[in-house]
């Protein structure tokens, strides 16, 4: 079973980001989120190529499989993990 990690780059200023809070709320029962504050850890966003807050980073076994830029609803990110992830990945019971 791999290590899914989804990272949310975000920054105090940035009302998208406050928004997307519930919704990661949800989504942190299917996967564990991190929330990284961009202005406090610049090295970290550049690393991942964040240029646009709020960013999403899925990091699978410590590696990038993909990202979501911008506010989105839940159901958007119920279908790009259901896509990125087999159901093991999520800790499924199916």
């Given at each position: 079973?791999?290590?899914a ?6 920054a ?12 990661l ?20 966003a550049?690393r991942?190529?964040?240029l646009?807050l709020p ?14 830029v ?8 119920e ?10 990945e ?5």
């Amino acid at each position: 079973m791999s290590d899914a990690l989804l990272l949310e780059f975000w920054a105090p200023w940035c009302k998208p980001c406050e928004k997307l809070v519930p919704v990661l709320d949800v989504v942190s029962q299917r996967v564990r989120v991190e929330r990284v504050n961009a202005d406090e850890d610049p090295d970290l966003a550049a690393r991942y190529d964040v240029l646009s807050l709020p960013t999403c980073v899925l990091l699978v076994d410590g590696e990038p499989r993909g990202r979501v830029v911008g506010l989105r609803s839940l159901a958007h990110f119920e279908s790009w993990l259901d896509e990125m992830l087999p159901a093991a990945e999520l800790g499924s019971d199916a």
